[in-house]
């Protein structure tokens, strides 16, 4: 089988100084991947994490010893100072805070963010050194967020995944992040992006839209695939003899009494002081409850070096202790508070043991110990869940009870609801919850991540890259023949720009266009949506000499006559009107959009607008033209931050099909390369003229019947470059 290389910030064992040996990590991803079958899934899987060079030889040769026992481990070794910087300074102090909303606890500092950088470095070194050609790279969590981007740049085509296993924030959050456009750049470059909840997958697009500009139209490499547990393993872990003799010790003590468990690791955001102060609420609101009923709170040790992290201690303690005090009595005590881990087989008695679960988190990923307790109910008696909105898992538990944490009157309210369900009820919604995680184990959600990582492209997306610095292979072929080239302008010859008046060719491109104007054996023709007085300031002025086509191929420009000829009839532009009357509407809306009358064409620009509010509105005005228009013979295109009405007859596909019917001897080779969506029509007349060798070049990543892309539009002068390179060899 093939190789899967998990990529995280710790390995999935812990060195356990009294039995001189590595057991393995308690945790939420250790918890879901030791459930994974390789013989289900597909792949031999292996895991690489960081361990810093304070870890003695002997103890790396344990580990090695110890997880062949199950998972091959590779640590990657990173200095202990280096690492504690990247895990404390940055990863614990920035990206946890922010991305869980609680921005009061953001810590910047610079150092953490370099050693980040070396960190994640250190990790894409490592990688690239044992990863095999057709081998998965799956890289988990927020800590590596830049392994994917140099990864990719040192191997393009290896197949490489991406998991956040907690929340995405808004982007109204993520963009206070100073680093945001390095972080998304890298994880763009990942081969499939996934997420536990389709809200976390939403702010990352609209994130992607504030950030970086665009969204590529594609859906293929991004999903949501809710991690689930090892259903089998809690299964059988709540029938093992040490769980019942643990369910016997427990009973004597519990009695009648009904219990709600809590456990939550030691963080504040985990709810923690929210849960406690709601369960007062509940004992002042329902005093028919005081002796009936216990929250059992079981606190989990974290990061207790960080000042911050010793305040929420003491704040649960100093409020269960208020509690206690305020409404216990000789015999009764309200809040049974846990401060240590507890084992499986004692979580797993008091997963069955409590009729409710109290899951309060402020902001959690996905909240595994919730699919923990329905995996451990037993059908005759099982229990119900209070599960916050603010959880992954709130969208994966359909019949879990919801609570806004934050609102402690109405949560008081759920949990008398809770205590007081009907059993046939709760009996019903608990089974039907366990059927589904029965159904789908952690075993499933790495087989659906790998199969869509790994599932077939389309022929858009077999469109092959042009390599750095490289050639197409039919470039090779190209010398002697004759060559008709279709180009487009901006975003291909020339950056995009904010304010469309200003693009302008580099000196560079004019000089490759040049030396291209100048070959005898290939006609070089500029296919633009700009109107003629633009095109002509451009490439008149220049003196090239090939032709051109203005406003989608409306207008043509004959070099040798030096004039236009306008191709299209004179009564085509009657709809214009009422196109501009309908987008100077919107224009007064849309602050910093334009209008551009081109002749046959009317372009509306929103490049320099509030980016989600101009969308909205370039979606609904999409719709009106396409509307008003029906019975007109114009086109309504949607292009980067442009919305276009033109002729049907102004069409780069039509032009280019009169064109070459037009030429004297035919071509051996068309090229056409562009960028926009009215590029298309280009490819798609070109893809039917297989007679014709056809190679159509989209510049971006965005959905395309081209065969070849080239990624990023300051590249298009190298190819302009091993172009002219092939047409001399």
């Keep these: 089988m093939s190789r899967c290389l998990l990529i995280s910030n710790r390995l999935p064992f812990a060195y356990n100084s009294k039995l001189g040996a590595f057991t393995p990590s308690a945790g939420g991803l250790a918890s879901a991947i030791k459930g994974l079958d390789s013989s289900k899934v597909g792949f031999d899987f292996e895991w690489m994490g960081i361990m810093t060079d304070d ?29 504690d910087h990247y895990y404390n300074s940055y990863c614990n102090n920035v990206i946890w805070p922010l991305f869980h909303y609680e921005r009061s606890m953001v810590r910047h500092s610079q150092k953490g963010w370099e050693s980040y ?63 945001r456009r390095e972080i998304l750049q890298s994880v763009m470059r990942c081969d499939l992006v996934g997420f536990h909840d389709l809200s976390y997958l939403n702010h990352f697009r609209s994130s992607l839209q504030r950030v970086l ?37 427990y009973s004597e003590n519990k009695k009648n ?31 028919e409850w005081l002796g009936k009923v216990q929250m059992v709170q079981i606190v989990i ?16 303690e100093q409020l269960v202790s208020s509690i206690n005090g305020e409404y216990g009595t000789p015999t009764y005590m309200p ?76 949560t008081a309210g759920r949990i008398n609801e809770a205590l007081s369900h009907p059993e046939d009820l709760c009996r019903r919604e608990m ?9 789908y184990t952690s075993s499933d959600w790495a087989k659906i991540f790998l199969r869509d990582l790994l599932k077939e492209p389309t022929e858009q997306e077999r469109a092959q890259v042009l390599p750095v610095n490289g050639r197409f292979p039919w470039m090779r072929d190209l010398a002697g023949k004759r060559v008709l080239f279709f180009c487009d302008l901006d975003g291909t010859l020339a950056p995009i720009s904010a304010f469309p008046k200003d693009v302008r060719l580099n000196e560079r491109t004019i000089e490759l266009l040049k030396k291209i104007s100048e070959k005898d054996d290939c006609q070089f023709v500029v296919v633009s949506g700009r109107d003629k007085e633009f095109l002509e300031e451009q490439f008149v002025h220049h003196d090239f000499k090939f032709p051109l086509a203005a406003c989608h191929g409306a207008y043509s420009y004959n070099p040798m006559e030096q004039q236009w000829t306008n191709l299209i009839p004179h009564d085509s532009t009657k709809w214009k009107d009422t196109v501009l009357e309908i987008l100077k509407l919107y224009t007064l809306r849309t602050p910093g959009s334009f209008i551009e009358d081109k002749g046959h064409a009317i372009t509306w620009h929103y490049r320099n607008s509030p980016i989600e509010f101009a969308d909205f509105l370039a979606n609904k005005l999409f719709f009106e033209l396409e509307e008003v228009l029906t019975s007109q013979p114009v086109q309504v295109n949607r292009g980067k931050k442009v919305i276009e009405v033109k002729s049907i007859h102004a069409n780069k596909g039509f032009f280019v099909q009169q064109w070459i019917l037009q030429q004297a001897q035919k071509p051996d080779v068309v090229v056409a390369i562009g960028d926009d969506t009215t590029d298309e029509d280009m490819f798609g007349v070109l893809q039917e003229r297989k007679d014709l060798l056809p190679f159509c070049i989209k510049v971006g990543r965005e959905e395309t019947q081209a065969n070849y892309l080239i990624g990023e539009q300051k590249s298009v002068n190298q190819f302009l470059q091993n172009f002219l390179t092939s047409l001399d060899q």
Excluded at 141 to 148: A, E, H, N, T
Excluded at 302 to 313: A, D, F, G, N
Aim: charged share 25%.
């Design 117 to 179: 950088i070396t960190v994640n470095k250190l990790v894409a070194d490592a990688i690239l050194a044992e990863a095999k050609d057709d081998d998965i790279v799956w890289v988990h969590d927020f800590q590596l967020m830049l392994v994917p981007g140099y990864v990719k740049e040192q191997r393009p085509k290896l197949k490489v995944g991406f998991f956040l296993h907690i929340p995405f924030p808004s982007s109204e959050i993520f963009r206070e992040l100073p680093q």
């Design 301 to 316: 040790p974290s990061r207790t070096e960080v000042p911050e992290y010793q305040q929420l201690k003491r704040q649960i």
């Design 431 to 439: 089974l039907a919850m366990k059927d589904f995680l029965r159904n």
């Design 335 to 410: 809040i049974h508070y846990i401060y240590h881990p507890v084992s499986e087989n004692e979580l797993s008695a008091l997963y069955q043991l409590s009729e409710v679960l109290h899951v309060g988190s402020r902001r959690d990923g996905m909240n595994l110990v919730s699919l923990e307790y329905v995996m451990s109910q037993k059908r005759d008696n099982p229990g119900i869940i209070l599960l916050s909105e603010f959880t992954g898992a709130h969208s994966t538990l359909s019949y879990a009870m919801s609570i806004n944490p934050w609102n402690i009157h109405d």
């Design 55 to 83: 870890v003695d030889a002997q103890m790396l040769e344990q580990l090695k010893a110890d997880s062949t026992k199950s998972i091959p481990c590779h640590p990657i070794i990173v200095p202990k100072e280096e690492y």
């Design 257 to 287: 009494m009904k219990w709600i468990l809590g456990v939550d690791r030691l963080d504040y955001i985990k709810g923690i002081l929210l849960k406690l102060r709601s369960f007062k609420s509940f004992l002042k609101k329902f005093p």
């Design 213 to 249: 500009g665009e969204v590529p139209m594609s859906d293929k490499m991004w999903g949501v695939y809710p991690i689930s547990v090892d259903s089998k393993h809690f299964m059988d872990l709540a029938d093992a003899p040490e769980t019942q003799e643990c369910i016997r010790q």
